[in-house]
């Protein structure tokens, strides 16, 4: 059994406010998981906190076995972490196939510009139009394409259906699907239980900065009650 991530009493602070109370989750390779949860319940922070994009953490994340809690921030990507920010963070001066370029290759093994294209065909078609001309779900296929050419394997996705036409979510859905089968590692951060449940091994309910449950795909529908009250559904 070979983990991608193991996090064990992570805790972590904006400033003076502890926001994460002993986290503790580990993802296999190849898997993909959620973290549930309300809006301000420590999801997003979760991931910022593997990155080192919180103030100060204590506690324990091993990323393919290398700890990281006292890494900087610049050297974590090193280890082959993508992360997609709710915000996308599209450069709207560059086009998108510019976009696709800017950032640099960390890992041997991402996938090629032709590999992109063939994943997103969309962006393909729009490859010379400027950030800004681009539909919010082809800035969202963007933001996730980008990280793929880094050689990154463990992939952190933060919240990518929102605000989306349902035509576009069941794409992002079929990439998570192949990116999976190609042995990525995903961590999506997701308010659309319709559109996660599917797709995870495994489901982490965070509630004030904990995980408070743990749900195999195998348990949603005996679980399905315990889910909604936790998240208020």
């Given at each position: 059994m070979t983990f991608a991530i193991e996090i064990?009493?992570?805790?972590?602070?904006?400033?003076?406010?502890?926001?994460?109370?002993?986290?503790?989750?580990?993802?296999?390779?190849?898997?993909?998981?959620?973290?549930l949860g309300r809006n301000g319940a420590g999801r997003t922070s979760t991931l910022r906190a593997i990155l080192g994009l919180t103030g100060k953490r204590t506690g324990s994340i091993k990323i393919y076995d290398h700890e990281t809690i006292d890494m900087g921030t610049h050297t974590i990507p090193r280890l082959g972490v993508g992360y997609c920010p709710e915000e996308r963070g599209i450069f709207s001066t560059l086009s998108t196939e510019e976009n696709l370029m800017l950032p640099p290759v960390v890992k041997p093994g991402g996938l090629s510009l032709d590999e992109i294209y063939s994943m997103f065909p969309n962006l393909y078609e729009r490859r010379f139009s400027p950030g800004t001309r681009?539909?919010?779900?082809?800035?969202?296929?963007?933001?996730?394409?980008?990280?793929?050419?880094?050689?990154?394997?463990l992939l952190l996705l933060d919240e990518i259906t929102e605000g989306l036409a349902p035509v576009i979510v069941q794409k992002l859905g079929q990439?998570?699907?192949?990116?999976?089968?190609?042995?990525?590692?995903?961590?999506?951060?997701?308010?659309?239980?319709?559109?996660a449940a599917p797709l995870a091994d495994r489901h982490y309910v965070i509630e004030h900065g904990q995980v408070v449950e743990t749900v195999l795909s195998s348990e949603l529908t005996q679980k399905t009650e315990l889910l909604n009250s936790y998240l208020g559904v």
């Open positions: 064990n009493n992570l805790n972590a602070w904006y400033g003076e406010s502890h926001i994460l109370h002993g986290i503790n989750l580990s993802v296999q390779e190849g898997e993909v998981v959620t973290l681009l539909s919010g779900g082809e800035q969202q296929m963007l933001a996730m394409a980008r990280i793929l050419r880094t050689g990154a394997k990439v998570v699907r192949d990116l999976r089968e190609k042995g990525y590692t995903i961590i999506l951060v997701e308010q659309n239980f319709r559109f």
